[in-house]
């Protein structure tokens, strides 16, 4: 059954890095991160720091939180049996939205780090959606922009978007790799959730993809409840 919240036209992709559900006041609180979800109304969720990191990295949102945010399922990245996602990346979509093939990346540089992308057919139309965390030093980040390009043009063409973290203070330099093939679009500042100083956490839309409106999202309780805000864009096929 379609899930009535779907509108034909319209898509929102909400991007979060959700520190593990550790939030500004130190209380690790999953079920605050999915209030702050279900409140955004999205189509589509790609979240960071999905997972702990050690042992078999277990979900930092169990299950039974996840049951609470009515409409939305978990696409199958997880690493292990009790990971939610890749590397951290996670996503979850509208029950609605059919699921096709999974792209897991590896993504090279000074830490471990990874990219997550997923086929969908959405009511806007046929969708590929990407997650990602990039490494906290420039070298690093520009290794690994150029590998995702690399390895997306590898994979049948499809309309592309993706959002995460990317770690990259500054909005003029640092991202020309992928700013040659996609539309950066950086909705506001994200971090420090408490007092918000740079726009780390961006979207990237390919040919064919237009960004109707986008922001950060500030409302209660999204500023305790990780160390970045939520940021969200609502997408249509040009």
């Not at 922009?145 to 330099?173: A, Q």
């Amino acid at each position: 059954m379609t899930d009535p919240h779907l509108r034909p036209g319209r898509l929102r992709l909400v991007s979060y890095n959700i520190r593990k559900a550790l939030g500004t006041d130190r209380r690790r609180n999953p079920g605050r991160i999915c209030n702050v979800i279900a409140a955004m109304e999205p189509d589509i969720v790609v979240l960071q720091e999905a997972d702990l990191r050690l042992g078999a990295r277990p979900t930092a949102l169990p299950l039974t939180e996840l049951a609470h945010l009515e409409g939305l399922q978990v696409v199958d990245f997880g690493q292990s049996a009790k990971s939610l996602g890749w590397h951290g990346n996670a996503m979850l979509v509208r029950e609605g939205i059919g699921v096709g093939a999974l792209h897991r990346m590896v993504l090279p540089g000074f830490e471990p780090r990874g990219a997550i992308f997923a086929d969908l057919d959405t009511p806007a139309g046929p969708l590929r959606v990407g997650g990602l965390h990039l490494g906290l030093m420039r070298g690093s980040r520009r290794l690994q922009l150029s590998h995702i390009v690399d390895e997306l043009d590898r994979l049948p063409p499809r309309p592309t978007v993706m959002g995460g973290d990317l770690n990259e203070w500054s909005e003029r330099v640092g991202l020309g790799r992928l700013a040659k093939r996609f539309e950066i679009h950086a909705p506001g500042r994200s971090y420090h959730a408490r007092r918000p100083v740079a726009a780390l956490d961006r979207i990237a839309t390919g040919p064919g993809l237009v960004v109707a409106q986008s922001g950060v999202w500030h409302e209660q309780p999204a500023p305790a409840a990780s160390d970045h805000l939520p940021i969200w864009a609502d997408l249509h096929h040009d």
